[in-house]
Each structure stands twice: as structure tokens, then as C-alpha cells.
């Protein structure tokens, strides 16, 4: 079995146009378990010599009034459960949001690799929008461009190396 990859994050941060960088146009498996888990997809993809199989979460429950009473916390709770690794995304463009406190202290005792990545940095001159980021409390976050691809290299080789 390949190691399961998930992606996690508010709406909008940008999960899916990562998923789709990273597995670029490999089919999609969409899970048809009942219930929350139909809310994700599946694909392979490959960084380097490492196989393995992202998960991309949220698609048509992203619409609700209180996402994160609501859908994005069963989301955490699922990919941690069904994951190898979890990639925790938030976004650099709109900054810190309410929920990213409450995602980070989550994913605080989990016993499975998370990495914390800002993204939409779409060059190094935005890397100062990550200084914010450090008041939450975590010493590394990765800055990364899934729209661009700047620091996505960088980034998957700390990934892979984890899993
Ligand atoms: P998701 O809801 O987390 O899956 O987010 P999407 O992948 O659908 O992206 C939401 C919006 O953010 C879209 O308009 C994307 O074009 C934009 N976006 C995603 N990644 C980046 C990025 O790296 N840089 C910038 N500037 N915009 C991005
Ligand atoms: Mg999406």
C-alpha cells in the first residue's frame, strides 16, 4: 500500500489546485462511501522515487454557514484517521483566519506526520506574509505556490522524507 497523503484546510486556501500540481492529470477516484467521506478525492502521484496517494477534502460541503463547526472538523478528524501524513493549509493571501488556531491545536497530538503550509506565496517577496503565521504558535510553515509552484520542491521533499 502506498502512503495516504491528506490535504486539510478552510475553503478557498487552495487545496485543490495543489492536488491537481501534484498529481497533475491522473484520474481521480472519487470515495463512495456514505457520509462525510464522499467529500474527497483520491489520486495518485509521485514526487521523485516515492509513490503515494493524496487525498483531496472538501468539494460540495464547502458551502456551509459555519464550515468549521461543520464540515472542516470531521475533515481533520477523518484524515487523520484514514492518513500517513496530513498537510495542513492556510492561506498566506488573506492571512490568518479565526480557525487556523483551532485547526493547529487539532492537530497538536497527533501522532502522524502534519506539516503546516502557507500558500498562495507566490514569490519570495511574499514570504514576509508568513511572519504573521509564527503568532500561532508552530516554528516551521512551508510557503508554497500550488497556483505557481514556488517552494512546492522544497516543500515535497520535506514530504516525502516524512513518510
Ligand atoms: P480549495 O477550496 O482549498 O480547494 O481552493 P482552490 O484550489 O479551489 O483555490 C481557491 C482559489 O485560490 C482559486 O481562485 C485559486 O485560483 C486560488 N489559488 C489557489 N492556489 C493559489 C496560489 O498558490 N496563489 C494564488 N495567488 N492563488 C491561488
Ligand atoms: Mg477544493
Not at 467521506?37 to 522515487?49: F, K, M
Not at 498566506?92 to 500558500?119: A, E, F, T
Not at 507566490?122 to 514576509?128: I, K
Request: glycine share 8%; hydrophobic share 40%; net charge negative.
Amino acid at each position: 500500500m502506498k502512503p495516504i497523503v491528506a490535504v486539510v484546510g478552510r475553503p478557498n486556501v487552495g487545496k485543490s489546485t495543489f492536488f491537481n500540481r501534484v498529481t497533475k492529470s491522473r484520474d481521480a477516484l472519487v470515495d463512495d462511501r456514505p457520509g462525510v467521506t464522499r467529500d474527497r478525492l483520491y489520486r495518485d502521484a509521485r514526487w521523485e522515487d516515492t509513490e503515494f496517494t493524496l487525498i483531496d477534502t472538501g468539494g460540495f460541503l464547502e458551502r456551509d454557514d459555519d464550515p468549521f463547526a461543520g464540515h472542516i472538523r470531521v475533515q481533520i478528524q477523518q484524515a487523520v484517521e484514514d492518513a500517513d501524513a496530513v498537510i495542513l493549509m492556510l492561506d498566506g493571501k488573506s492571512g490568518i483566519s479565526p480557525y487556523d488556531r483551532d485547526m493547529i491545536q487539532m492537530l497538536r497530538n497527533v501522532y502522524k506526520p502534519v506539516l503546516y503550509v502557507v500558500n498562495k506565496i507566490d514569490g519570495a517577496e511574499q514570504e514576509t506574509q508568513l511572519a504573521d503565521f509564527y503568532s500561532l504558535g508552530k516554528d516551521n510553515f512551508w510557503p508554497i505556490s500550488g497556483e505557481h509552484g514556488y517552494g512546492v520542491p522544497d516543500f515535497m521533499d520535506e514530504l516525502v522524507r516524512v513518510l
